[in-house]
């Protein structure tokens, strides 16, 4: 797909957006599997599904619904993308990436992410928060990158900076609220792998011994967009389960397990998020 088809795609989903609300959101937030609830604390919310945006990917999971709740939160105008598409589902990368061009043409600046993570690092446990400072894009890496294709010079470089991506500020917003909630917030780097089979042994040693801490399906190709085009984020991955590379006889890791142990997250995350706003 060449940029202007991208760029028209990105005008066409904005402006239905802009015709559903009048809200003016700034910060962007995106809810991974089992974490959407949170959408239900905004304040008088304007709620857009996603089969109302043309071209807006629709969600095939368990666990995520396919809205947009856009309002109040913690006195901010914020926009929460409430379910995402993953390119394990079948969609291509701009499809999957469509949604934070959209947010940035709505002028949003801050984007905050979370995701369900499996935890390779042996000091988390199902039920930590870890706030992402770096990202292994193994999809990237090998060929599928979202910014591959023809660069739109008016959104940002053909070669963008990726040092800086998690940024320092926010991270330090989100540890300084998790103290305020009596909790200390993990992080480390999170590993980008298409799923949607988890990972073998053999492949969590070697997420291992390449450096990440947590591994999960989602987010990355988003993160790097939302980089190219300027915008500040923040990470924060919830570790739902052990991915463990020296599994005892019987181990499974199922998606329910994910689901379940982000339900219970979620008082927390709700907490961190709410905590993290107040301050911006
Ligand atoms: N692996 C990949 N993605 C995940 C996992 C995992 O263990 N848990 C939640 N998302």
Redesign the pocket.
């Known amino acids: 797909m060449i940029s202007t088809n991208i760029a028209q795609q990105v005008e066409t989903a904005a402006s239905a957006i802009r015709q559903l609300t009048n809200y003016q959101p700034t910060i962007g937030l995106v809810l991974g599997?089992g974490l959407s609830e949170l959408a239900s604390s905004i304040q008088e919310p304007d709620i857009i599904r996603y089969d109302q945006i043309p071209g807006w990917p629709q969600s095939t999971v368990v666990g995520h619904s396919g809205r947009l709740v856009i309002g109040h939160l913690e006195g901010k105008t914020v926009l929460v993308q409430q379910g995402r598409a993953h390119y394990y589902e079948g969609y291509s990368m701009d499809q999957i990436t469509l949604p934070v061009r959209v947010m940035k043409a709505l002028g949003i600046q801050i984007l905050i992410v979370t995701?369900?993570?499996?935890g390779i690092n042996p000091n988390f446990n199902p039920g930590d928060l870890m706030l992402i400072t770096d990202h292994i894009n193994f999809l990237g890496l090998a060929g599928l990158n979202p910014l591959r294709g023809p660069n739109d010079d008016k959104v940002g470089p053909r070669f963008p900076d990726m040092i800086g991506t998690y940024d320092w500020q926010l991270r330090q917003l989100a540890h300084q609220a998790a103290v305020a909630n009596n909790f200390t917030l993990q992080q480390g780097t999170y590993a980008y792998?298409a799923?949607p089979s988890?990972?073998t042994p053999a492949e969590l040693r070697f997420l291992r011994t390449v450096g990440a801490d947590a591994?999960?399906?989602s987010t990355v190709p988003t993160v790097v967009v939302a980089r190219h085009a300027g915008m500040q984020i923040l990470g924060i991955s919830s570790i739902?389960?052990k991915?463990d590379p020296d599994p005892k006889p019987g181990t499974v890791?199922t998606h329910t397990e994910?689901l379940e142990t982000g339900q219970q997250i979620i008082p927390r995350l709700t907490a961190l998020l709410r905590g993290i706003l107040q301050q911006l």
């Open positions: 599997s995701n369900a993570a499996g792998v799923g988890f990972e591994v999960g399906m739902t389960n991915a890791v994910v």
